[in-house]
């Protein structure tokens, strides 16, 4: 992935790994397309013939992992997502060796409230998962045969638990459901191996922590268990972030995690994987983390007494700021008006207040993602008539 070093070449490869929204789209097709890309971009028709023709060594085969997971996992439009940066670990420490399964790519659309997005900060990346938004291991346990009869998987890592212990179940109700979940999967695969992640409180708007007795209670349970559920075939293993786990400073909604809550979760799945001989530690965190995106462009039309603007949704982007300069006054800066409009998919839309005839003035557009803000966009100019 490396070699892509070119706009041109980028957008090619876009093209034939971002489907449409919505669109589930099988890890066949994409390698077919990306040796369809490979072949174009390079001018080796040789390279088509010599992999296709290949059986290969079984042996060689990578390590296949499922991601089963909640809202946590599966993320949000305008996300890096931590499976992004668990992918990209797993590139730098075990090239080749790793290919995550699953029968969805997608990320929750946030802004219209459904599932089937691919707007990913950076999408260049093995999507596949089985995360789903509200799923619970009381309701995955007993659907977990299903998913590996039709996804089968070497690796399970299973980031599920904030809804039950939310909604329904005590902490040790839910270690029950999860040892449960364990077992059905190995009904399918005795040898699977598993990766349990430590479930992760939230925060509240009085500045206490949601969950933080249920998620301490339950993660220390899985400590006291974990031994206990290992067999000769089948290992696991916890993914553990609690310990670093922040949400006034990880997420960006008090539930979800921000760019920087990406690497502490992805931190905490390496280094479990790590425990079964699958790529190396993470490593130290980063530290904060920006959200990368600008506003789109503006375009404003001048009407009699006011000015209306328009401009294309920001991925995920739930809010806008809205500035602006009166070049017909001198005014060198932008300024922010007071407030922020809701977002909404698509395009969005907002008239001004009253304006005096011949007013010329910019405006520029600054995306909020709840706590996170991006940057201006290009502003559009208009004269009110």
Not at 9 to 19: A, H, W, Y
Not at 56 to 62: C, L, N, T
Not at 181 to 194: F, G, H
Not at 196 to 209: E, K
Request: hydrophobic fraction near 40%; charged fraction near 20%; charge should be neutral.
């Amino acid at each position: 992935m490396g070699g892509l070093r070119t706009g041109g070449q980028r957008r090619v490869f876009r093209r034939l790994f971002e489907p449409a929204a919505g669109a589930w789209l099988g890890r066949r097709a994409r390698l077919a397309a990306a040796l369809v890309a490979a072949v174009l971009l390079a001018g080796c028709t040789g390279l088509a013939v010599a992999v296709a023709g290949g059986g290969g060594d079984q042996s060689d085969a990578p390590t296949r992992v499922l991601i089963l997971g909640d809202s946590v996992a599966v993320q949000t439009a305008g996300d890096y997502t931590w499976r992004y940066r668990l992918a990209h670990h797993l590139n730098l420490t075990a090239p080749g060796r790793v290919d995550f399964v699953g029968d969805r790519i997608d990320v929750w659309d946030n802004v219209a409230n459904v599932p089937g997005s691919n707007d990913y900060v950076d999408a260049w990346f093995d999507r596949d998962h089985h995360a789903v938004w509200g799923a619970s291991i009381r309701g995955e346990r007993d659907a977990i045969a299903n998913v590996l009869r039709a996804t089968p998987a070497d690796v399970l890592i299973v980031s599920l638990g904030a809804n039950d212990l939310t909604y329904w179940s005590a902490p040790q109700t839910a270690v029950d459901d999860m040892i449960a979940l364990i077992n059905n999967a190995r009904l399918l695969n005795p040898d699977i191996d598993v990766v349990v992640s430590q479930v992760l409180d939230r925060s509240r708007y009085d500045g206490g922590r949601d969950l933080q007795q249920q998620a301490t209670a339950y993660n220390t349970l899985l400590d006291q268990q974990v031994g206990s559920w290992q067999t000769e075939r089948s290992r696991v293993v916890v993914a553990r972030d609690y310990a670093d786990w922040d949400p006034y400073r990880y997420t960006w909604d008090g539930s979800h995690p921000n760019p920087a809550g990406d690497f502490v979760i992805a931190r905490a799945e390496a280094n479990a994987l790590a425990q079964l001989g699958i790529g190396a530690d993470f490593g130290p965190l980063y530290g904060d983390f920006p959200w990368p995106y600008s506003g789109g462009a503006v375009t404003v039309t001048g009407q009699p007494g006011r000015n209306v603007l328009t401009w294309p949704a920001t991925p995920g982007a739930t809010e806008y700021l809205v500035e602006q300069r009166v070049l017909s006054r001198g005014e060198q800066a932008f300024q922010r008006l007071p407030g922020k409009l809701t977002g909404t998919p698509g395009t969005n839309t907002w008239t001004t207040d009253p304006l005096p005839a011949g007013t010329i003035t910019e405006y520029r557009v600054i995306p909020v993602k709840g706590s996170m803000t991006g940057k201006p966009g290009p502003p559009g100019r208009a004269t009110t008539r």
